[in-house]
């Protein structure tokens, strides 16, 4: 970045994780020796554009996240009823002029992703991790009947980081009050305001199901990722 400004790293760990299943939030799953959420946790606090971290848990869970080898300041809140009210509590627990978020559920955190979607920001006014889909995409009628078939290359599946200048999506999550969303690009998109889509890889998985949490063990087992 050309200019230095404040950055705070949310972390998200307040999901229901209903289709994973399991009396246990999946964060909190010991994978290769320590919880899932640890991972992304390291990668935001060793980072060195990241001043901060607001890490989102629901209530009760306060306990179940280790911040004792933190070194940079943070803040424990609770999340909201909803993916987005979560987020809008941690923007408001934070006043850094720049914003990453990023998911509990998703361990394989590498640094470059971070600083590739920073970067970004001195163009744009929001930018994502995502890779280009491998698979025809259909778009479908609630009756799950075909709509449309968009262009293959024109089609990608975002990820995390996401990163943001914090006013414009602050200004996006207090205007667009009656709408649900299931990434925060999705409000940027509704204010109007560009995204950019930053290259990244199939390794950044999401841990939504118990098969997910099978491929994160064989990526760690096999080295893939380290």
Not at 56 to 83: A, C, N
Not at 164 to 192: I, N, P, Q
Request: aromatic content about 8%; some cysteine.
């Amino acid at each position: 970045m050309h200019l230095r400004k404040s950055v705070a790293g949310i972390l998200l760990a307040g999901g229901n994780a209903t289709r994973f299943g399991g009396s246990i939030n999946k964060v909190y799953l010991p994978l290769g020796g320590k919880p899932v959420i640890s991972y992304s946790l390291e990668a935001l606090d060793s980072h060195p554009e990241i001043d901060e971290l607001i890490i989102v848990v629901r209530e009760g869970e306060d306990s179940m996240i280790d911040t004792s080898r933190l070194r940079k300041p943070f803040k424990v809140i609770h999340g909201g009823s909803s993916r987005r009210g979560s987020v809008l509590n941690a923007l408001m627990a934070t006043d850094a002029d720049l914003i990453v978020i990023q998911d509990g559920a998703r361990p394989f955190l590498r640094e470059y992703y971070i600083t590739d979607c920073l970067n970004a920001l001195d163009d744009y006014p929001g930018a994502t991790i995502a890779v280009r889909s491998k698979d025809t995409v259909k778009i479908a009628f609630e009756n799950q009947l075909v709509q449309r078939t968009p262009k293959r290359t024109n089609t990608w599946l975002v990820q995390t980081p996401q990163c943001f200048r914090r006013s414009d999506l602050v200004k996006a999550h207090l205007e667009y009050t009656g709408v649900e969303a299931t990434d925060d690009c999705m409000m940027l998109e509704y204010f109007r305001k560009d995204v950019l889509l930053v290259s990244g890889d199939d390794t950044n998985i999401k841990i939504t199901t118990k098969n997910d949490f099978s491929y994160a063990e064989y990526l760690l087992k096999e080295k893939i990722f380290v």
